[in-house]
């Protein structure tokens, strides 16, 4: 009984008794919680933000290709320049010649509307700036035989068949030239011999005669 007791005071006693050491503070842990409504904005935003970056990188990289494009463009551009040949007043004669063909043929049939412009475009081009177009007419051929082989092949027959048409055809007209001065000359030497005029003085001949005779001498002469 008299432990009892003694146990019962020292309890007491313990109890109110101050610790030496400090007591921890404790540590409060605030959960954040979001509601429904928070989360659901949150989520909004997000697919939001991911839909304006992936628009904006598809944008930068269309522009991207858009500059290489243009400088790929520019580069070839300078490529077809022929620095012995000056662009002004080349171009502006090719542009004039072009708009004269369409002033001129528009009232015409269609497809004399829809063919002469360009060539008359194409001719002016190469007549006035020759070496810029050998360089555009080579580059073109380039992309003829890369792309289109075959096509290539038979514009490449058709052109030479058409020079030696051209070729055939000059040549025709040349002895056909040649036959006509002749048989005027005969017939011009003959109303000579007959009436005593001297036509071929009037009409320029003799000159030309006397150039042409000097020049066989001189190839004769010569072999």
Known sequence: MCSTRTQQHYTLFSFWQLSIY????????LLDTPS???WRIGQVRREVCGYYFGARTHVQGVIDRWVRVEEAVESRLHSFRDPTEPLNPGLLYTGVSALTASV????RALPVRFLLPPLSFVGAFAYFLPRTAGRVGGWMEELEGT????AGEIRQTSVAHTRMALGMLGDKYREGREG???GVGRVVEGIESGTGLRLSGALGWTKARDDTKSGSDEDHNHE
């Open 147 to 150: 792309y289109a082989p075959r």
């Open 104 to 107: 001129v043929v528009r009232s």
């Open 180 to 182: 006509l001065e002749k």
């Open 36 to 38: 429904p409504l928070e």
């Open 22 to 29: 400090p007591r921890p503070t404790p540590t409060l842990v």
